[in-house]
């Protein structure tokens, strides 16, 4: 059962699949709905809806042809990179087309001298790490999927990660787009020029617009030199007040972490059974795990150093450091399989909230608070420098899930989020698990805005119904 109303469903009539085989091509097109499964879901939970046909164009020119005859005709166009997304926005949730872009897939160009990469929306981020890594340079961006999300679904929902800590999200490192428009018509919003004001800044609006206004095909992205040193400093604390306490003081500090995770106890514990690893510490309530970075090995040392030391001053049980690669994926292994690992607790809800960092605490109690009064269980886990939490609500014990409480638990915490302060959408998009909930952090006016800017831009409505607006 979806937990939003759906949009009508639109199915294809055979001469609309004919038209649409003709302009890419008898191998572009999928019909058959065995072969349609993968493209009727995301990581969302556990919904699924199949796509009338999969378009799987290699070109700019061929997305355009399409998305054009879509618009003609009124056909719903669901844009998907590598349908990662945990916020249903890879989803046709109105059948139609779901445009696949995993064709798409090349690096265009590594500019080491202007440090652009430019890339078309398929290629893989961990690819595109390692291309640029080799070269000696670093595209920030990592989101804990990087190894099968595309930069495509990134762009389109403003990813973050755990390196976001120091390096902001993903719209920080876009100078430019290359987008196919709902009437069919290519805009380039941008290119290698580190500076440009021209106009409005459509960059940081197509970023993050989650499929809902144009088709992104391009985009150059700005790289920087590959920090030549990195660390990593684990700290187990024995209460989740005492972990806050050393984020909060770590930054007073004047420290800056190149990531600063936090890790609640029964994350640990079902990630670490699941990789059948030991952890230090155990009973640990919290976890925190630092990376920092820099340019030579007395600057990384004498921040690891210093936040040794505020760690232990905090209350932390032991610090571990690790200034090896081999050791440092040990203390991040645990962290990076909780994604998968909480979907063994049965069926569940993540919710991906953003608060300011002295309200991380009062977020974490809370949401412990409002699954235990519905009878739920709750994990926490995330990015503590930037007050970002994902939170997995599930049934402890499994079985079968009611439907309307699982909603009531959700939108009390949403609630609370806000009175914090806080966001119900921090890194993974608004989609439509999160689109019912919008009005709590935006206000009525922001809203319009967004709904006037889609119809603007979007007037018949086929780019991905059904994701961020109500209406």
């Given at each position: 059962m979806f937990p939003v109303p759906l949009p009508e469903r639109r199915d294809l009539t055979p001469e609309e699949v004919a038209a649409i085989t003709r302009i890419l091509g008898d191998d572009s097109v999928v019909v058959a709905k065995d072969d349609l499964q993968p493209y009727a879901h995301d990581w969302t939970e556990d919904f699924v809806l199949y796509?009338?046909?999969?378009?799987?164009?290699?070109?700019?020119?061929?997305?355009?042809?399409?998305?054009?005859y879509c618009n003609e005709r009124r056909i719903p166009v669901t844009p998907q990179g590598g349908r990662t997304c945990l916020t249903g926005g890879a989803i046709p949730l109105a059948g139609g087309v779901a445009l696949s872009l995993e064709r798409?897939?090349?690096?265009?160009?590594?500019?080491?001298?202007?440090?652009?990469?430019?890339?078309?929306?398929?290629?893989?981020?961990?690819?595109?790490?390692?291309?640029?890594?080799?070269?000696?340079?670093?595209?920030?961006?990592?989101?804990?999927?990087?190894?099968?999300?595309?930069?495509?679904?990134?762009l389109a929902e403003n990813a973050g990660g755990p390196h976001s800590a120091k390096y902001g999200v993903t719209g920080k490192w876009v100078l430019g787009l290359e987008a196919v428009m709902a009437d069919g018509s290519v805009m380039t919003t941008g290119g290698k020029t580190r500076k440009d004001v021209a106009g409005y800044d459509l960059t940081a609006l197509l970023v993050g617009s989650e499929g809902t206004l144009a088709v992104i095909t391009?985009?150059?992205?700005?790289?920087?030199?590959?920090?030549?040193?990195?660390?990593?400093?684990?700290?187990?604390?024995?209460?989740?007040?005492?972990?806050?306490?050393?984020?909060?003081?770590?930054?007073?500090?004047?420290?800056?972490?190149?990531?600063?995770?936090?890790?609640?106890?029964?994350?640990?514990?079902v990630s670490s059974k699941r990789k059948g690893v030991a952890v230090p510490f155990p009973d640990a309530e919290a976890r925190l795990l630092f990376d920092f970075d820099g340019a030579e090995d007395a600057e990384v040392e004498r921040d690891l150093v210093r936040a040794g030391e505020i760690a232990t001053a905090c209350g932390a049980l032991e610090v571990l450091l690790a200034t090896d690669e081999a050791r440092r994926r040990v203390l991040w292994d645990v962290r990076r399989g909780i994604g998968e690992a909480v979907r063994d607790l049965g069926p569940s809800a993540e919710l991906d909230l953003g608060v300011p960092r002295t309200e991380f605490v009062p977020l974490v109690s809370a949401l412990r608070r409002i699954a235990g009064e519905w009878g739920f269980g709750a994990v926490a886990f995330g990015h503590a420098a930037d007050g970002n939490l994902h939170v997995h609500l599930y049934r402890e014990g499994g079985g079968s899930v009611d439907a309307g409480r699982f909603a009531e638990a959700i939108a009390a915490i949403y609630a609370e989020t806000a009175r914090l302060g806080g966001t119900v959408a921090a890194e993974h998009g608004v989609g439509f698990t999160s689109r019912e909930h919008l009005h709590l952090c935006r206000p009525p006016a922001y809203r319009a805005a967004l709904l006037a800017i889609k119809r603007a831009l979007d007037p018949?409505?086929?780019?991905?119904?059904?994701?961020?607006l109500t209406s």
């Open positions: 796509p009338a046909l999969a378009a799987r164009p290699r070109s700019t020119a061929e997305v355009a042809r399409l998305v054009a798409m897939n090349r690096i265009l160009e590594i500019d080491a001298s202007n440090l652009v990469a430019i890339v078309e929306p398929g290629v893989i981020t961990q690819t595109l790490h390692e291309a640029v890594e080799e070269l000696g340079l670093y595209y920030p961006p990592d989101p804990a999927s990087r190894g099968s999300c595309t930069l495509g679904g990134n391009k985009a150059w992205l700005r790289l920087i030199p590959k920090p030549k040193v990195s660390a990593t400093l684990l700290a187990p604390f024995p209460t989740l007040e005492s972990a806050a306490r050393c984020v909060a003081e770590i930054h007073r500090q004047g420290l800056v972490p190149s990531a600063c995770e936090f890790v609640d106890k029964p994350c640990v514990d018949n409505g086929i780019l991905n119904p059904g994701k961020v």
